[in-house]
């Protein structure tokens, strides 16, 4: 990559992964975080579901606050207002219990990140760039899996995407192998702190994008506990987890900054009709 490309790659994705899928409201915390736990935003090991999905919730209505304000148009208001109650319920009903029914999840790259029949739950969370999963386990946040389209990227290497992060994040090891048993081999760059553990791994050669790991180091110490429960094979269905984004829109050898740029303007703004 050229380097006018990658220094614009590299501040693009700062925007990308600071704080997550949607801004952190910058309060202040009792002690000094790493860069890693602000990427958390707000939310905290240890919410319920519910406490998750309000504060998605009550990001996303800020998020449309401004355009609805603005628009003197009834039916656009209406259309804004149906849009920001529509990504609510998506991430509503996103939510899936592993009590060992059969999900496409047992089959694709979420494989081997949950068990069943052990209290353990998600929420999902999409944008055009990226799919974000939230896990619990006896109600309680202790992971979070961020999927990054590798189409966003395209032209950056594995290299360079750990590279983007161990400038944000600090020194990684960069560790080989499977990560779960019996999982395909890979990649990743490997950070350890006292409250949060993450993981930067490269799922582009068997399912096309690059992932960022982040889980609570108290939760995962107690895993061979709380999973009392062996873990069991499950007959997976049929169909597929839809996989990061769409289709990049649009002429396809633009630059790569022009393109990452473009991403998270679409993803990080509202969507409003300028015709009315």
């Not at 180091?217 to 169909?239: F, H, I, M, W, Y």
Request: hydrophobic share 35%; charged share 30%; with cysteine.
């Amino acid at each position: 990559m050229q380097r006018s490309s990658y220094v614009a790659f590299l501040a693009a994705f700062a925007l990308l992964v600071g704080t997550g899928v949607y801004a952190d409201t910058g309060k202040a915390s009792n002690r000094s975080q790493s860069a890693l736990e602000q990427s958390m935003g707000e939310i905290q090991w240890g919410w319920t579901p519910k406490q998750v999905y309000r504060h998605l919730k009550k990001e996303i209505e800020a998020r449309y606050q401004e355009p609805i304000s603005k628009t003197t148009d009834a039916i656009e208001e209406d259309r804004l207002r149906h849009k920001m109650a529509e990504e609510s319920r998506q991430i509503r009903d996103s939510f899936f219990e592993f009590d060992g029914t059969a999900s496409a999840y047992d089959s694709g790259y979420l494989k081997g990140e949950f068990t069943h029949n052990n209290g353990e739950s998600l929420l999902r969370v999409r944008t055009k760039t990226t799919q974000e999963y939230f896990f619990f386990i006896n109600d309680k946040l202790w992971k979070r899996y961020r999927a990054f389209d590798a189409s966003v990227f395209e032209g950056a290497s594995f290299h360079e995407f750990g590279k983007a992060l161990q400038q944000r994040y600090g020194k990684a090891t960069k560790r080989s192998g499977a990560l779960h048993a019996g999982g395909e081999p890979t990649q990743w760059y490997e950070w350890r702190e006292p409250h949060v553990l993450a993981k930067a791994v490269d799922n582009n050669e068997f399912y096309g994008f690059y992932c960022l790991i982040l889980e609570d180091p108290k939760t995962v110490a107690q895993l061979g506990k709380l999973r009392k429960n062996q873990a069991a094979d499950v007959e997976s269905t049929d169909s597929l987890v839809d996989m990061v984004g769409d289709e990049a829109e649009g002429d396809q050898n633009a630059d790569i900054a022009d393109r990452i740029t473009g991403e998270i303007r679409r993803h990080d703004s509202v969507d409003v009709d300028e015709s009315k």
